[in-house]
């Protein structure tokens, strides 16, 4: 059958399965729009106040389910403004499609109106992208691109579709994703797609000897340590890690975007590792004589001091990128390839060890206090994980981040929705929302975020009201830029610089402003209340929690100092 571009687009997107789309409209776009109208029965489009956030939503979609996100932005000033989530997505390894229109082919260059080359803009924060140029190739573009953002190390793509390309007709024909594979994974072969079948067996092959020397390491640990990171949940190797763990016998720590992936409960779990890690994450790390490091990337927020970094241990790298190898940490030995096929084989290689005194040393190093504060962080936090232990929260960055990465006890994988790697203020309200949209049962979202970040974001509050999009706004209030506070205090000498935030709005009032509900609370039985009745009746809402404006995240590991070296306990 015959159709124009923007067609061809939306056609495909539900082709691939896509279910919701996020985005804002423009000159540039108005042709898919226009298809998005004729097809509302078959795909639905959320639209949000402003593109960046549109973008972060996206992401917050693929974050949770585990599918590829789509967010739709016009060209110029509309593609620029989803730099951010793109390099967001980027940094965390979020396949996310990004696709913005364009000027027609025959004005770029022009400098005409909302014109922007952002193709080559985002060309180092993307995994690949395209500058269409001829309707006849947009069909297999779209699904290269699907393909490209969800195998092998997943990652951001950008399709921009100039203005004619999306008038432009030519013929369309269906094509299902069993016959696309083999297609793309011959034009695409970096794009590692898990190995089945006989590339499996060509696979294991080639890692034979690599397999056993890593069993070998493991045989020959005394104090073996896992280190699990966000390509565990990416791969879905949660089950054969904690299999691992337990035939090594080993104590597990986890990079930020590892949490969940070994539950908090687990005796293994010693909690996140880095500036903010736990006492027992950090000193573990840097008294065991074997690394286990699998789908990690050996953050400099992780290492603190890189020299000093596991100084006793032998370091076995499990990574699906080959880039990652060797970049920021020198290894004994590394196996490149997808974490749960490596974990898999690793397994049938490994005997079961015994490491008790290692374990109960790991074990004792742990540290569970809270302080004598009536209303904390951290109390907070746990009263939260006890009314919905398995509640998906999504963070903005700062210290509340933090604080939540410490004190609330994650069981599950893609159960934390937070920006790692670039630390992207105000993501955290449109991947709340895109993460709630994401699950067919409706379940509300919890949003924790500080009044520093909310503010970048809070125009968004206009989209969870209208689509009802069950997300507890969650703010803790310390009435400054609280993380920058902090520094600050302590290698700032106490100067403070435009950090304090003694202005409005008031958050109260600004929810009601949405016709949404809003509470502000400084005690826990006031919170324990207002959050309670918030889950119980998933509504979207604000709970603004009021803290000490020089309440810190503690433990902390100065900048460049070894991770065991803690300047505020």
């Known amino acids: 059958m015959k159709l124009n571009g923007a067609a061809i687009l939306i056609e495909c997107l539900i082709e691939q399965g896509v279910g919701t789309v996020f985005g804002f409209p423009g000159g540039a776009v108005l042709p ?8 509302q029965d078959r795909i639905n489009h959320v639209l949000t106040a402003h593109e960046q956030h549109a973008g972060h939503a996206a992401d917050g979609y693929a974050r949770a389910s585990g599918k590829t996100g789509v967010c739709i932005a016009t060209s110029g000033p509309g593609a620029t403004n989803l730099v951010t989530p793109i390099a967001t997505a980027y940094m965390d390894s979020t396949p996310v499609v990004f696709i913005t229109g364009n000027v027609p082919q025959s004005l770029m260059g022009t400098d005409s109106f909302q014109e922007a080359d952002i193709s080559g803009m985002t060309m180092p924060v993307t995994k690949h992208n395209y500058l269409v140029t001829s309707v006849e190739k947009l069909a297999q573009i779209i699904r290269e691109a699907f393909y490209i953002a969800s195998n092998g190390r997943p990652g951001p793509v950008l399709i921009d579709i100039p203005k004619d390309v999306q008038i432009a007709e030519t013929e369309y024909e269906p094509v299902s994703g069993e016959a696309l594979i083999p297609r793309l994974s011959m034009k695409h ?29 493991i045989a020959e ?8 990171g966000g390509g565990v949940t990416l791969s879905g190797a949660q089950s054969e890690l904690i299999a691992l763990a337990e035939r ?45 490091a699998v789908g990690v ?15 006793n241990a032998k370091v076995l790298h499990i990574d699906i990128d080959r880039a990652e190898i060797n970049k920021n940490v020198s290894t004994t030995l590394h196996i490149t390839g997808d974490a749960r096929v490596v974990l898999e084989l690793l397994l049938a290689r490994v005997s079961q060890k015994h490491h008790g005194q290692w374990m109960q040393q790991a074990r004792s190093m742990m540290e569970d206090y809270l302080s004598d504060e009536l209303f904390e962080p ?20 700062g210290q509340h981040q933090m604080w939540t990465a410490q004190h609330f006890p994650f069981l599950l994988p893609r159960q ?22 994401s699950d067919p049962q409706g379940r509300p979202v ?10 970048m974001n809070l125009t968004e509050l206009s989209t969870i009201a209208y689509y009802n999009i069950p997300v507890i706004v969650v703010i803790f209030n310390n009435g400054t830029l609280g993380m920058v506070r902090q520094w600050q205090t302590l290698f700032f000498g106490h100067r403070y610089s435009q950090t304090t935030l003694d202005r409005g709005p008031d958050f109260v009032k600004l929810a009601e402003a949405y016709g949404l509900s809003g509470t502000r609370v400084n005690t826990m039985e006031a919170f324990t209340q207002a959050f309670g009745k918030a889950y119980a009746e998933g509504r979207p809402c604000i709970i603004e929690c009021m803290l000490d404006i020089d309440e810190m995240v503690a433990p902390m590991v100065a900048p460049g100092s070894p991770i065991d070296s803690f300047c505020l306990n």
Do not use: W
């Open 32 to 39: 898919i729009y226009d298809e998005l109208y004729k097809r």
């Open 189 to 217: 072969p970096t794009a590692q797609l898990r190995p089945e079948g006989e590339a499996l067996e060509r696979y294991k092959t080639k890692a034979e000897p690599r397999l056993e020397q890593a069993a070998q390491l």
């Open 221 to 228: 640990a005394h104090r073996p340590l896992i280190y699990c």
């Open 248 to 292: 090594a016998d080993a104590p597990v720590v986890s990079s930020l975007m590892g949490l969940g992936a070994v539950p908090a409960t687990n005796d293994r779990m010693l909690g996140m590792l880095g500036m903010h890690g736990t006492h027992a994450a950090n000193i573990a790390m840097q008294r065991c004589d074997l690394l286990i």
């Open 297 to 311: 990337r050996f953050s400099d927020r992780a290492l603190g001091n890189a020299a000093a970094f596991a100084p």
């Open 378 to 397: 951290r109390k907070i936090l746990r009263a939260m994980a006890s009314l919905a232990p398995q509640m998906t929260v999504a963070t903005d960055v």
């Open 416 to 437: 934390l929705i937070t920006s790692g790697g670039l630390g992207t203020m105000g993501f955290g309200l449109g991947a709340a929302m895109g993460a709630a949209a």
């Open 446 to 455: 919890a949003l924790i975020t500080g009044d520093g970040s909310f503010r």
